[in-house]
Nanobody
Framework: VQLQASGGGLVQPGGSLRLSCVAS????????VGWYRQAPGKVREWVTT???????NYADSVKGRFAISRDNARNTAYLQMNSLKPEDTAVYYC???????WGQGTQVTVSS
């Protein structure tokens, strides 16, 4: 399964962005989906997951600011990011757990 992430960019602190992740084929609906991020010089960290059953979980650092959603009809996952902080700057990756598929990443830079 191939994943294509998009929606990153440069935003000022306090701003918002919405990331998208489109999956090829028809396997998207069979798997939980998540977002991870990797800041310069740091290891990749988990951000959020949308499980098959509908449960969502968030890292403490983004709880209350980020929201994950999915549209199985469009084979797409979204990450709505609000109240962005400079420490949110990273390359964001989507992940399809069942198939261990990763998107290519999209850069998010939060800076004034």
């Amino acid at each position: 399964v191939q994943l294509q992430a998009s929606g990153g960019g440069l935003v000022q602190p306090g701003g918002s962005l919405r990331l998208s992740c489109v999956a090829s084929g028809d396997r998207f609906r069979d798997s939980s989906v998540g977002w991870y991020r990797q800041a310069p010089g740091k290891v990749r960290e988990w951000v959020t997951t949308f499980a098959l059953g509908g449960a969502t979980n968030y890292a403490d650092s983004v709880k209350g600011r980020f929201a994950i959603s999915r549209d199985n009809a469009r084979n797409t996952a979204y990450l709505q990011m609000n109240s962005l902080k400079p420490e949110d700057t990273a390359v964001y990756y989507c992940h399809l757990f069942k198939y261990d598929s990763w998107g290519q990443g999209t850069q998010v830079t939060v800076s004034s």
